[in-house]
């Protein structure tokens, strides 16, 4: 298996804003599996995705990514870990704006010893006849491109997504996930997609469902629907 969570527990604060967020949470995830985590808000879906992205500290637990444990790695261990194994996609692209699209997706090409060939990847993504213009010039479906291929130039074995269709209309959001689609199929890469949007879930491997910090669903999906066919997005 090649994520592993296991008794996670997560909480925040202390006194009257104390708040236990993730209450034991245990799942796994194979290789080359596209997953969705769904729950209403406060469910404790980002904290999962942030706590498996090294970004929040659990409190208890363990997360095994490919056979590596996670829990209690020091600080700059825990960077290591994020450089060589993961790519994060917000739902708000984070681009540096003075820097042209080719710089932006460079400059995380340079964090990895192993990293994708950039003219390749543009070429996928669609990103090739803007690759020299800065995120202003670009509408918010090309920003989300450029910070999909940013995140992937690292070949990360690993890819977080939250909300990455968030900030886009339908027709936008449906290029995005037929593109983390292609990307899926062309580079096998495992991906854990947090949404609020009920029909992802329909196109992917794998859905779990979070309440109240625990899992309530979790399933695999037998029958699939091709990101460009689904409806309601």
């Given amino acids: 298996m090649y994520l592993e ?31 969705v985590i769904q729950g209403t808000s406060g469910s404790g879906k980002s904290t999962l ?23 209690g790695l020091s600080q700059e261990k825990l960077s290591d870990y994020r450089r060589e194994n993961l790519g994060f996609i917000f739902q708000f692209y984070n681009l540096v704006p003075n820097l042209t699209i080719k710089e932006n997706i460079q400059v995380c090409e340079y964090l990895s010893d192993h990293s994708m060939d950039i003219d390749e990847l543009m070429e996928t993504l669609g990103l090739t006849e803007h690759q020299n213009k800065f995120p202003s010039q670009l509408s918010g479906g090309q920003q989300q491109r450029c910070a999909i291929a940013r995140a992937l130039i690292k070949n990360p074995k690993l890819l977080l997504c939250d909300e990455p269709t968030g900030a886009l209309d339908s027709k936008t959001s449906r290029d995005i996930l037929v593109l983390l689609e292609e990307v899926n199929r062309k580079y096998g890469t495992t991906m854990l997609i947090v949404t609020h949007n009920n029909s992802i879930k329909n196109m992917v491997d794998q859905v779990i469902f979070l309440k109240d910090g625990q899992i309530k669903k979790n399933y695999r999906n037998e029958q699939k629907v091709p990101a460009a066919e689904l409806e309601d997005l």
């Fill in 5 to 35: 969570v296991s008794n996670l527990k997560k909480s925040y604060g202390e006194g009257g804003s104390y708040a236990e967020v993730l209450k034991g949470v245990t799942v796994s995830v194979e290789k080359g599996v596209m997953c």
């Fill in 49 to 71: 995705l942030n706590c498996i992205g090294g970004l929040d500290l659990m409190d208890s637990g363990s997360i095994k990514v490919d056979g590596k444990e996670i829990f």
